[in-house]
């Protein structure tokens, strides 16, 4: 992290997704492409950007790979249900290119799977836009995975909230997009400070074709009376059930299913954006 703070980031789409590149490309006023994203790079102007940092708990007999858990960062996001779901499970489709997306994406509509848990998440406090040299990563304000959620005056406990019961799709976001495609949380910045948490607790199969098909693209999901948007700096996920019934996907990697903590550290990299 020390080295991620004082050396900038120059961000080229070559991967799937590519959602930071696009939000870059989307910040810079920018088309999305290769040739855009290098003469952004070849400007040499630099933005910060929030990291984040996530907590999970190993899974049982897990000594390595995914399932190994322990702190990890973030700069993209964390989705559980079916957001994560359709990320691990299309792996299977990888020879189709991006279009993988699309093919999982039908598969689990037609499966639709309902998850239980709770999400326990922390309002923003208002932040000034960082400097723009970073500093090292501050100690975390939560508890350890594992223990009780504690507060530490009036004003603290009062910045937290609740949500538990049916969970069909839970996708946390740093940034305004995704994927090239997918501008999932319109308004977030490279380092405001804050996640968007894009929830959705009851929907038809219909209902999820359509945001599939255009909203989630066009960014008008946000309109939808199913879609619930919540700005956090910090939250604890508690999936209920035993045996683990799906996944969690942490920027695009299957990292150990169970409780998950993340908090938002403002500014604690940067990449070359205008």
């Known amino acids: 992290?020390?080295?991620?703070?004082?050396?900038?980031?120059?961000?080229?789409?070559?991967?799937?997704?590519?959602?930071?590149?696009?939000?870059?490309?989307?910040?810079?006023?920018?088309?999305?492409?290769?040739?855009?994203?290098?003469?952004?790079?070849?400007?040499?102007?630099?933005?910060p950007l929030d990291i984040a940092a996530v907590d999970t708990q190993p899974e049982p007999e897990a000594r390595s790979g995914p399932g190994r858990g322990g702190r990890m960062y973030s700069f993209l996001s964390l989705s559980w249900a079916m957001i994560a779901d359709v990320d691990i499970e299309s792996e299977l489709y990888r020879w189709a290119g991006p279009a993988r997306f699309s093919v999982g994406g039908i598969v689990r509509m037609v499966?639709?799977?309902?998850?239980?848990?709770?999400?326990?998440?922390?309002?923003?406090?208002?932040?000034?836009?960082?400097?723009?040299?970073?500093?090292?990563?501050?100690?975390?304000?939560?508890?350890?995975?594992?223990?009780?959620?504690?507060?530490?005056?009036a004003s603290e406990k009062s910045r937290w909230r609740s949500l538990e019961g049916d969970f069909q799709l839970l996708w946390a976001c740093n940034t305004s997009h995704a994927a090239y495609d997918m501008h999932q949380c319109p308004g977030n910045i490279l380092a405001g400070g804050r996640w968007k948490i894009l929830v959705?607790?009851?929907?038809?199969?219909?209902?999820?074709?359509?945001?599939?098909?255009?909203?989630l693209e066009a960014g008008t999901h946000i309109n939808h009376p199913n879609v619930t948007m919540l700005d956090v700096d910090a939250f604890r996920l508690v999936p209920h059930g035993v045996p683990p019934p799906g996944v969690l996907s942490l920027d695009g990697e299957r990292v150990p299913y169970g409780e998950v903590q993340v908090e938002v550290h403002q500014g604690m990299a940067q990449v070359f954006c205008l």
């Open 1 to 47: 992290m020390e080295v991620l703070a004082h050396l900038p980031l120059g961000v080229l789409p070559g991967g799937t997704g590519n959602g930071l590149a696009k939000s870059v490309l989307f910040t810079s006023g920018e088309d999305y492409g290769v040739c855009q994203a290098a003469f952004v790079i070849a400007q040499g102007v630099r933005q």
């Open 111 to 153: 499966n639709l799977r309902t998850y239980q848990g709770i999400l326990h998440y922390r309002l923003p406090a208002q932040l000034e836009q960082p400097d723009r040299e970073p500093s090292l990563l501050p100690e975390s304000t939560l508890p350890k995975l594992g223990e009780p959620l504690s507060f530490g005056d």
């Open 200 to 215: 959705v607790q009851q929907m038809s199969r219909l209902q999820f074709l359509s945001l599939f098909t255009g909203a």
